[in-house]
Nanobody, 124 residues
Framework: QVQLVESGGGLVQAGDSLRLSCAASGPTFSTYALGWFRQAPGKEREFVAG????????HYASSVKGRFTISRDNVKNTLYLQMNSLQPPDTAVYYC?????????????????WGQGTQVTVSS
């Protein structure tokens, strides 16, 4: 029922920053827990960060903790991922996902709704 569209990806150099956005449509946005995942070619989809329904709880993969910040605006129906100190291993297609639950989960199988993805490429 909820529709998700990512934007903000691009080509950057190591050490640079990007902010990804995920715009949602449909009612009851605030009832969804949200997550960011990434997938490199030939690799499995990997959990990056999750956020609960009101933004009071955030969970990060150890590989991005301290560099990435997840947030949401329930008035604008938008999810964000601020990515600082980007490195080549961060190169991937980044996806936002939603699940009708209070807390985010870390498995991709737990999210029934997905955006189309946005490419992030970090050069060395």
């Amino acid at each position: 029922q909820v529709q998700l569209v990512e934007s903000g990806g691009g080509l950057v150099q190591a050490g640079d920053s990007l902010r990804l956005s995920c715009a949602a449509s449909g009612p009851t946005f605030s009832t969804y827990a949200l997550g960011w995942f990434r997938q490199a070619p030939g690799k499995e989809r990997e959990f990056v960060a999750g956020i609960n329904w009101n933004g009071g709880y955030m969970h990060y993969a150890s590989s991005v903790k301290g560099r990435f910040t997840i947030s949401r605006d329930n008035v604008k129906n938008t999810l964000y991922l601020q990515m600082n100190s980007l490195q080549p291993p961060d190169t991937a297609v980044y996806y936002c996902a939603a699940v009708r639950a209070s807390l985010p989960v870390t498995s991709a199988d737990g999210y029934p709704y997905w955006g189309q993805g946005t490419q992030v490429t970090v050069s060395s």
